[in-house]
């Protein structure tokens, strides 16, 4: 097994700070305003692909930098804790995955070098529906075959970053339900091409924080057959094969959350001083920052064994659910001692305070809710009974 150890190598300190840098060129009043518009954070984007850090996972052979995911975990870690937002972006690191693990050589070939020159975009990944949710298995969204297409037809709902996305990868039932052994069996993946895709309606859902987030409407929508990746009727086991990495990078957004809140908590509650003295003196305050930085520090060390594992090609669905549900709910820790920390300012959009707090909250539930992770690790890792 590979080195084991949590310590950061000189080159994964000098990553972290070189995207921190990149991230300060676009201060708080960037982010700030763009979610008061709802707008999608084109020009960070972009300054984040020509420096090639979304591309991070891209082996070197289709032009990405071949790094592994402990480096891409940091990328995104960085990115929110400078008081950015990296679920405008950290989607096609995951999804990327599975063209990479399951596409042909031609659709590598085509692809990939283009995603990682940022020629191309791929930050759409369309799973949730209205009438299945976390069920994956159930979605009703069919794609039939006639000839060298498919047709696609069905709704899907919350489908972040479609408008600014050319590529979208497409999870859709090939065969009914009723015609497969096991209801796993039957979905397929598509990575197909959403710019001006006839048959297909985006409809922009204002959601709680700026996620670019919407309803999306398939009714006779023509896909070449080319667009399938692998085997007809094996989607759902490539959708899983990507998860840990989803998980371990998801849980990397959230740390660097947490981070921050405790960054700005700290800052703020030793200067103001009530009653004589800084409120942070106060243990009422002070306990609930230190405790959701041991929290953050703890989710930090599962992320980390979670990815050296994923690196080393070990088996880590245990450690990567456990960090993501770790994450998250250390960082909501930290949002809430952040912002009672602030008092009334906690809510004052010029703080930013309550914008992360809004940003946060997400990873709770979504890309899978903390209910399903404690199912997982209760039925699969622990043996107990099945829930569903
Ligand atoms: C801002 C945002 C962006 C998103 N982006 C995308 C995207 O790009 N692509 C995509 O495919 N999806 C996306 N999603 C969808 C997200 O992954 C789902 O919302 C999430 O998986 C939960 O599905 P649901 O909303 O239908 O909740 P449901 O499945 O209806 O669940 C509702 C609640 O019930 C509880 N629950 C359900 N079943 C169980 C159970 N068996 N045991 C215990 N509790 C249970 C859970 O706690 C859950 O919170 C996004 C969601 C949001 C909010």
């Avoid at 598509?190 to 700026?210: A, C, T, Y």
Wanted: net charge neutral.
């Amino acid at each position: 097994m590979k080195d084991m150890s949590f310590a950061l190598t000189d080159e994964q300190r000098a990553l972290k700070a070189a995207v921190y840098e990149l991230c300060k060129q676009h201060p708080p009043e960037y982010w700030r305003d763009l979610d008061a518009k709802r707008e999608y954070p084109e020009a960070f984007v972009s300054d984040l692909t020509k420096a090639g850090y979304l591309a991070a996972l891209i082996p070197q052979e289709y032009g990405g930098a071949g790094l592994g995911i402990m480096e891409a975990a940091l990328i995104l870690e960085e990115i929110n804790r400078s008081g950015g937002n990296a679920g405008a972006c950290h989607a096609q690191m995951y999804i990327m995955g599975t063209v990479l693990r399951h596409g042909s050589e031609t659709q590598k070939k085509q692809y990939l070098p283009k995603l990682a020159s940022g020629e191309l975009r791929l930050q759409a990944f369309g799973v949730t529906e209205p009438n299945s949710g976390s069920d994956t298995t159930k979605l009703q969204t069919t794609a039939v075959r006639t000839g060298d297409r498919y047709v696609v037809n069905g709704q899907k709902i919350f489908i972040s970053r479609v408008l600014q996305s050319d590529l979208m990868l497409l999870l859709a039932r090939t065969t009914p339900v009723d015609q497969v052994k096991n209801r796993t069996d039957g979905l397929s993946v598509f990575l197909i091409d959403i710019r001006g895709l006839k048959g297909l309606e985006v409809r922009p859902l204002r959601m709680m924080m700026n996620h670019s987030t919407n309803a999306l409407f398939f009714d006779q929508a023509e896909i070449p057959a080319a667009s399938l990746i692998g085997q007809e009727g094996k989607g759902f086991s490539y959708i899983l094969d990507g998860m840990n990495a989803e998980r371990i990078l998801v849980a990397s957004d959230s740390i660097g959350d947490g981070r921050w809140f405790i960054e700005k908590a700290v800052a703020y509650s030793s200067q103001r001083v009530i009653f004589g003295r800084p409120i942070g003196a106060n243990q009422g305050v002070q306990f609930p920052i230190a405790k959701a930085h041991m929290a953050i520090e703890a989710a930090d060390l599962m992320r980390t064994k979670a990815a050296k594992l994923f690196d080393a090609g070990q088996s880590c669905g245990p450690e990567a659910n456990m960090a993501k549900y770790l994450a998250a709910e250390a960082a909501w820790d930290a949002a809430n001692a952040c912002i009672d920390a602030h008092g009334g300012y906690g809510y004052a959009e010029e703080y930013d305070v309550e914008r992360k707090f809004r940003e946060a909250r997400l990873y709770k539930t979504a890309p899978i809710n903390n209910n399903l992770v404690m199912a997982y690790v209760g039925e699969h890792v622990l043996g107990m009974p099945r829930s569903y």
